[in-house]
């Protein structure tokens, strides 16, 4: 079979623009070569000679000879606009923007099918795992349970330093930023939503339900405190950042961003620093653990390389939970163990909120609750006190309850 040659318009030549250009150079079986490279700021010193860039989109999605346009750039609106007219001009797209992605994924798979053209987007779900070719491909059918994981990977490196260094929040973010893990806009990542976003695209490859990100609840890892690290320590435990997808008894989906306190039994207990995990569960084979960089230039632009691949040989995503199963319904009706502190002054008020207390400490300033509460008075908890809020326990979730609870109406935007 010949392989298509790809002559790229890239967009974006920051992080993972210029990771890709360099991996590029050092893929020579691929057909590809980058023909021409918008950037926005005409000022910024480039690392490669400055005829190679324009600062008009039109230089390239008006070129004819550019048979594949690379969209890497940091703006989700203005990234909108540039893959939706590359769709509808006939050329095929790779992304890493999972923040577009996730706000419009049915325009996209429309788009995708009126002009007849792939969109692909490995990279924009922890990075260096190939997650979604395998749900597409290998998990093609009904037997998937859940799909858990860490799929950030600037807030694990985060919760890594903060365990094993004893550094603040403050000073881990910033390290996390120097070494260009964390998004440009830190709340994407550390509340919750890069989470979110990426859990979105999951559930729909692994499940079919397209959601809104209004309708998945996400929690952030920004209201840690060191009395929940403590906590962590003196159990055993560590602090992970889990997205999750799972079905439950009724056949309905329950997907939800939050903290949780990991065992060293969990598979992901040892995905630390800028690693992501993710494990699938399925019906008779039980569990699968995939686990990569999730974050970083090369291990990003490996990903829009293996897609860049593909596309040599007219793959495409065919969205079969999406077109050919029948539709799965979410729900926010799930009875979850959870940890929560405050000051102590909330203690009462907080417990309001619980099914079920179990445990209570107080050292007079701050104060934990332990108990099981629904996903939906979890999200209003989380909505209207100042309080940090960790799952105890991911593999005991599941069970029916009628929380009653508007989660669009809880869902903050970043
Ligand atoms: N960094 C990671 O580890 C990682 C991992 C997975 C996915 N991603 C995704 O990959 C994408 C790029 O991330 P990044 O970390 O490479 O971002 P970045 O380092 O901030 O670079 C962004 C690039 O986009 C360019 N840009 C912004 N608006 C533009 C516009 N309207 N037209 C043309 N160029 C424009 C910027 O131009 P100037 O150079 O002129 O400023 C810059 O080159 C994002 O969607 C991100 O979510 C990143």
Known sequence: MQRKKLNIGLFGFGCVGFGLYQVLERTPTLNATIKTICVKDRHKQRPIPADRFTYHKEDILGDKDINVIVELIDNADEAFEIVSAALRSGRAVVTANKKMIAEHLAELIDLQRTHGVPLLYEASCCASIPILRNLEEYYDNDLLESVEGIVN?????????MASEGLSYDAALKEAQQ?????????????????????????????????????????????????DQQYAREKGLKVKLLARAFKKEDGTVSAFVS????????????????????????????????????????????????????????????????????????????????????????????????????????????????????????????????????????????????????????????
């Open 153 to 161: 990977g600037s807030t694990n490196y985060i919760l890594t330093k």
């Open 179 to 227: 070494k260009g893990y964390a998004e440009s806009n830190p709340l994407l990542d550390t509340g919750g939503f890069d989470a979110k976003y990426k859990l979105l695209i999951l559930a729909a490859h692994a499940f079919g339900g397209i959601l809104k990100p209004s309708e998945i609840f996400n929690a952030g890892i920004d209201r840690i405190t060191p009395l």
């Open 259 to 414: 903290p949780h306190y990991i065992a060293p039994t969990d598979r992901l207990y040892n995905v630390d620093d800028v690693y992501n995990g993710v494990t699938l569960k399925t019906v008779f084979s039980e569990d699968q653990f995939f686990s990569g960089k999730g974050a970083g230039a090369y291990p990003t632009a490996s990903a829009v390389i293996s897609d860049l691949s593909a596309l040599t040989y007219d793959y495409k995503y065919e969205y079969k939970k999406v077109n050919y199963y029948e539709h799965i319904t979410y729900s926010h009706d799930t009875l979850l163990k959870v940890y929560a502190s405050s000051q102590s002054d909330y203690q009462a008020d907080v417990a309001a909120y619980f099914e079920e207390v179990w445990e209570q400490f107080s050292n007079g300033r701050q104060c934990y609750n332990i108990g099981t509460i629904s996903l939906g008075n979890y999200a209003r908890l989380y909505a209207e006190k100042p309080v940090s809020l960790i799952v105890i326990d991911r593999h005991t979730t599941g069970e029916e309850v009628l929380a009653g609870v508007d989660i669009e109406a809880l869902v903050a935007t970043p």
